[in-house]
């Protein structure tokens, strides 16, 4: 990936990652219809876990999609209105760096130098092909709904298994067992657009 803004195919390290990620959500649980009660405990989830005000995450991210994609090694921070997103490619150890603060984006690591925008999503679409809500992002990759009128479906233990909103379906294929209202692996996917996610390490407030 030696131009990763504006790569088309992965190397081998990132093929491989894609590849594994990709095999790791074929066999998922299957979805049962939401119910009130399982309704109302992930409301509740939700007002707790929109109140963190600051919150991480360290795993794997594979991204794809018709104008481009990329993956590697991820490292996700949130700090009130102050967002920074990390990631690493496994073999070419090429990184880049998004910081965002709300009317304001920065992206480090590309070639030419950094570029900023008023927006993380559009700075993220025009040098890197990745079509992503990452207020959206932000909210799934927690179990939670980014809007409340998204379609949910809940497995046998009333955890999230399923969600629909904005044209995204997003799954959920594992949760972390040291924190079992917290996501594991999330799968997400809109057309061509393409979104996985392996949490290694979750950051949380210790009071929630």
Same mark, same amino acid.
């Given at each position: 990936m030696s131009r990763? @803004?504006? @790569?088309?195919?992965?190397? #081998?390290? %990132? $093929?491989?990652l894609l590849v594994l990620?990709?095999?790791? =959500?074929?066999? =998922?649980p299957r979805p049962r219809s939401s119910d009130p009660a399982a309704l #109302? *405990?992930?409301?509740a989830r939700e007002r707790a876990i929109a109140a963190w005000e600051q919150w991480g995450f360290s795993g794997r991210i594979a991204i794809s999609g018709q104008d481009g994609g990329?993956? %590697?090694? +991820?490292?996700?921070?949130?700090?009130?209105d102050r967002l &920074? +997103?990390? $990631?690493? #490619?496994?073999?070419?150890?090429?990184?880049?760096?998004?910081?965002?603060?709300?009317?304001?984006?920065?992206?480090?690591?590309?070639?030419? =130098?950094?570029? @900023?925008?008023?927006? *993380? &999503?559009r700075l993220l679409r025009e040098e890197l092909g990745w079509r992503l809500p990452l207020a959206a992002v932000e909210a799934? +990759?927690?179990g939670t709904r980014h809007r409340p009128m998204a379609r949910m479906a809940f497995d046998a233990? =009333?955890?999230? #298994?399923? $969600?629909?909103?904005?044209?995204?379906? +997003?799954?959920y294929r594992g949760w972390d067992p040291a924190h079992p209202e917290l996501p594991r692996r999330v799968f997400a996917q809109a057309g061509e657009q393409r979104l996985r996610l392996v949490v290694d390490r979750w950051q949380i407030p210790e009071d929630r």
């Open positions: 990763m @803004h504006r @790569h088309r195919r992965a190397g #081998a390290g %990132g $093929l491989a990620l990709v095999l790791a =959500g074929c066999a =998922g #109302a *405990a992930q409301q990329g993956s %590697g090694r +991820v490292e996700w921070q949130r700090q009130g &920074e +997103v990390s $990631l690493q #490619a496994p073999v070419s150890r090429q990184s880049w760096r998004l910081i965002a603060t709300p009317g304001a984006a920065r992206l480090e690591g590309l070639e030419g =130098g950094p570029r @900023h925008g008023a927006s *993380a &999503e799934w +990759v927690r233990d =009333g955890r999230p #298994a399923q $969600l629909r909103e904005s044209g995204w379906t +997003v799954e």
